[in-house]
């Protein structure tokens, strides 16, 4: 299956909108009939280009949650269908935290990633 030119605008779009989201829940959203692997290998570039970043969740073994980085934000709020959606706060502005018992948590950004206002 072919990928759609529009993946990568509707992923980051999605991601602005629900904060994190595993690759599986974005394939299940934007294309239910493709392969798990199809959305991995549509994130990659995202990724390469600085819009997504990844974090293994904790306590899901080594399932792998997406984020968008600041430039990403800032993009993504430019786009048409996005005016007037409020800029989620990003999962590195917003302390994680651990079940009592389990030792601190600490969310670490990508070295990348830069601590300015996404523009939103």
């Known amino acids: 299956m072919a990928t759609p030119p ?3 605008h509707q992923v980051v779009a999605a991601l602005y909108q629900f904060r994190m989201t595993t ?3 974005l394939r299940v959203l934007h294309t239910p009939d493709s392969k798990p692997e199809l959305m991995r290998r549509r994130l990659r570039p995202l990724k ?6 990844e974090v293994v969740l904790p306590q899901a073994g080594r399932l792998r949650a997406w984020y968008l980085t600041e430039r990403g934000a800032r993009i993504a709020s430019r786009f048409p269908e996005l005016e007037g959606v409020a800029c989620p706060p990003l999962p590195w502005s917003t302390p ?3 079940p009592p018992g389990s030792g601190s948590a ?3 950004p ?4 830069t601590r300015s206002s996404p523009g939103c």
Do not use: K, Y
């Open 6 to 8: 529009e993946i990568d």
């Open 23 to 25: 690759a599986e829940q």
């Open 96 to 98: 994680v935290s651990a």
């Open 110 to 113: 990508s070295p990348t990633a």
């Open 48 to 53: 390469d280009e600085g819009l997504v970043e």
């Open 106 to 108: 600490t969310f670490r």
